[in-house]
């Protein structure tokens, strides 16, 4: 509903709160960076990844619907901190997706902080 009513960005700049469409659903977003050719990295803060979009799928964002509780965190397991990011996510990317997906839900204990402000868990 908000997106409806909200109007396109015409310019954006790094920590811009927006309202994102991704694959056809709307969600709150925090510009990342512009990456050219009108093309925007974007956190989908709810989702807590991170996509890169047309600029054209960006709306403005109240500072109510920012307001609102953030219902994902970014996180790394514990094991992999040490890991690199690329092979891991090669090799474990689908079977994690998959994994969390069915759970929807997990539990996990919060034992750090990763560089760029991940949360460093265990499961």
């Known amino acids: 509903q908000a997106a409806a009513s909200s109007t396109p960005v015409k310019t954006v700049q790094a920590d811009d709160s ?4 991704d694959e056809g ?11 050219g050719d009108n093309m925007v990295q974007v956190e989908l803060v709810d989702l807590a990844i991170t996509a890169t979009l047309p600029m054209a799928d960006l709306r403005i964002a109240s500072p109510d619907i920012m307001k609102e509780e953030v219902v994902a965190v970014s996180c790394c397991l514990d094991t992999w ?4 990011r690329k092979v891991a996510v090669e090799k ?5 997706a998959g994994m969390v997906e069915e759970f929807s839900e997990v539990q996990v ?5 990763v560089d760029g402000g991940q949360l460093r868990v265990k499961i």
């Not at 204990?109 to 902080?113: A, K, R, S, Y």
């Open 81 to 84: 901190v040490e890991e690199d």
């Open 109 to 113: 204990e919060v034992v750090g902080q």
């Open 25 to 35: 659903t709307w969600y709150r977003g925090k510009v990342v960076k512009v990456t």
């Open 92 to 96: 474990w990317g689908d079977k994690m």
């Open 18 to 21: 927006v309202l994102a469409c």
